[in-house]
């Protein structure tokens, strides 16, 4: 049973945030590769190239149930255990199903700008797409620090927060 945490309490660093983000990436390279190998078994998928929008919405929808999942049940996901954070909402109580979605959703924040402004720019090539995924993701950790409570753009949106959260001594 999980109790309301001090809504008070300082934020755990940008640092350790954005190690379990990264650490979440890796993690999630399995989850996306599962749903992608059974979509293509299920889909009979002969191509690369063949079913791609298909594709690309069940990926979201399972990085989707992964994160809401987590979230609203223990507000931890794998990586955020190991780093000691859980998200609540601003009470300091657990993410709702509706919380979570909406985090779920305004997290892509994180891409979304880089990408489209790369759409926008007409880059093409690999090297200048991860270039603007990455000074994306750099930007919208700086903007976190404008923020009094450190908190990144789709907490504040959402209502939700990361706090920091040791594990029980037993």
Known sequence: MTTAADPAAPPPGLGRRFAAFLYEGVLLFGVVFFAGLLYSILTRQQHALQGRTGMGVVIFLVVG??????????????AMKTWHLRV????????????????YLLSWLWFLPALLSARLLGLHSGGAIVGCLIAGVLAYLLVARLHPQRQFLHDAICGSRVITQLPQPS
């Open 65 to 78: 149930l992964y994160f809401v999942g987590f979230w609203t049940r223990t507000g931890q996901t794998l």
């Open 88 to 103: 609540v909402d601003s009470q300091g109580r657990p993410l709702g199903l509706v919380r979570g979605v909406m985090r």
